[in-house]
């Protein structure tokens, strides 16, 4: 299930009940899911290995997805573990068409659906 919203519990205990296999993640994409799981792994045998870095997110989306990125949420999370401080109040939503074609550079066409995200991890000495 690629989704932001739902129950997460509820969804966890659902699939555990009815005994298949199943991917629960806040996106589909192969590669993404990839890319969260490694991000997940490393969290977990590294924690605190980037204490006193510095994280700046932002992401955008069409402009009828009305809540934040689960996906920013979930990467935002890992880097949590690693040791980085940060509130994910701190993300950086982008909804304007205009905002979205000059700074990020979504092509016209691709304005009503879309996902752009940027990470910028910076050390404490901004190297």
Do not use: N, W
């Not at 969290?43 to 980037?50: I, L």
């Not at 994280?55 to 955008?60: P, R, W």
């Not at 905002?99 to 092509?107: F, L």
Request: charged residues 20%.
């Amino acid at each position: 299930m690629g989704t932001t919203g739902g129950d997460r519990d509820q969804l966890y205990k659902t699939v555990e009940e009815s005994k298949v296999f199943a991917v629960i993640s806040p996106q589909m994409g192969k590669q993404v899911v990839a890319f969260l799981a490694a991000m997940e792994i490393m969290a977990e045998q590294f924690p605190g290995a980037f204490s006193g870095y510095s994280l700046q997110v932002m992401e955008s989306h069409q402009a009828s997805k009305l809540d934040t990125s689960g996906t920013a949420k979930a990467v935002a999370s890992c880097f949590q573990k690693l040791g980085v401080s940060f509130d994910m109040d701190q993300i950086q939503m982008i909804r304007d068409s205009k905002q979205q074609i000059e700074t990020v550079g979504v092509p016209e066409e691709h304005l009503a659906a879309h996902a752009f995200h940027l990470y910028h991890l910076a050390s404490p000495d901004e190297t």
